[in-house]
């Protein structure tokens, strides 16, 4: 757990978080689905290589599902119009977590002044959601259902071998986080120390912990009603309120940050500011799908 919760503290992942709060907030009309008739050959290779986050998994699962050439043609049409649609909510991302990497700089968090750049992450994220559900049903109707259960199957292949493989990053990661930044024995305890006391409080006030269960729930009952026949996204996965979680994610992140940053010397805040700008300029974050 204290691993868990340094990453957050150090990493401030918060642009992620805000993505993954955005599935499933916003509904679309669904249709009856139609599958595709296979006609000629097949053929295995990943699809939306420019992709990025979960758009790039799904693309790389593809790879493992044979498509015919209009198959792929489609499936290639609809990664293109999502990442597209996700362009502005990846600048607000950068926006936002190049903000944060100022006040960690500064050694104290500004909510109010970080507001505005939240509610644009949000803004971008429900506009793009109607399209995003509408490609997700449109998808299902491309594929055949044989090639629907392949999909699902080999998404959650990949999602399965990232949590391992991220739990090893997180350890390195971490490791390497505590040296750059030169955290000494005290520093780890009082963060640790103060985080219990945070938590603790929070919930004696009754506010519940970030909503990831949530999140995971919805993932997997899209993915498993994928497989069937009928596939409507509204029916499957209610729509959230974005705003909602994503309040729920920032008040969870910025806290962790609230309780490290007195922590921290000035030197160390100057130093993880400038690795939460490295990341944001390398565009690490995930953009959102339903």
């Not at 209009?70 to 909510?89: F, G, I, K, M, P």
């Not at 080999?154 to 030169?182: F, I, P, Y």
């Not at 309040?247 to 030197?267: F, N, R, S, Y």
Request: a neutral charge; charged letters at 20%; proline letters at 6%.
């Amino acid at each position: 757990m204290l691993l868990r919760t340094r990453s957050f503290v150090l990493a401030l992942p918060l642009a992620a978080a805000l993505a993954f709060a955005s599935a499933g907030c916003s509904g679309t009309a669904g249709t009856e689905p139609i599958a595709a008739s296979p006609e000629g050959a097949t053929t295995r290779a990943p699809v939306a290589q420019n992709a990025h986050g979960p758009l790039k998994v799904m693309g790389d699962a593809l790879g493992d599902v044979p498509l015919t050439a209009s198959q792929r043609a489609a499936v290639e049409s609809l990664a293109t119009d999502a990442e597209n649609r996700h362009a502005a909510a990846r600048a607000a991302h950068k926006d936002l977590a190049l903000a944060i990497a100022g006040q960690v700089q500064a050694g104290a968090i500004d909510r109010a002044a970080l507001q505005p750049k939240i509610d644009a992450v949000v803004a971008a994220m429900k506009a793009a959601q109607p399209g995003d559900r509408a490609g997700l049903e449109q998808l299902h109707a491309i594929l055949t259902p044989d090639q629907r259960t392949a999909f699902v199957d080999a998404v959650r292949a990949r999602m399965s071998q990232h949590k391992g493989a991220g739990a090893m990053r997180e350890h390195h990661g971490l490791k390497q986080w505590a040296t750059d930044l030169g955290l000494s024995d005290e520093q780890r305890s009082q963060i640790k120390d103060g985080l219990k006391q945070h938590f603790q409080a929070k919930m004696a006030a009754g506010h519940e912990g970030a909503p990831w269960g949530e999140a995971k729930e919805h993932g997997h009952a899209v993915m498993e009603a994928f497989k069937g026949d009928r596939f409507v996204m509204n029916e499957v996965a209610p729509p959230h309120d974005v705003a909602q979680m994503s309040q729920k994610m920032t008040d969870h992140l910025l806290g962790i940050a609230e309780v490290a940053l007195p922590i921290l010397t000035p030197q160390q805040r100057t130093l993880a500011a400038q690795k939460l700008r490295d990341r944001a300029e390398a565009g690490d974050e995930a953009a959102p799908l339903p």
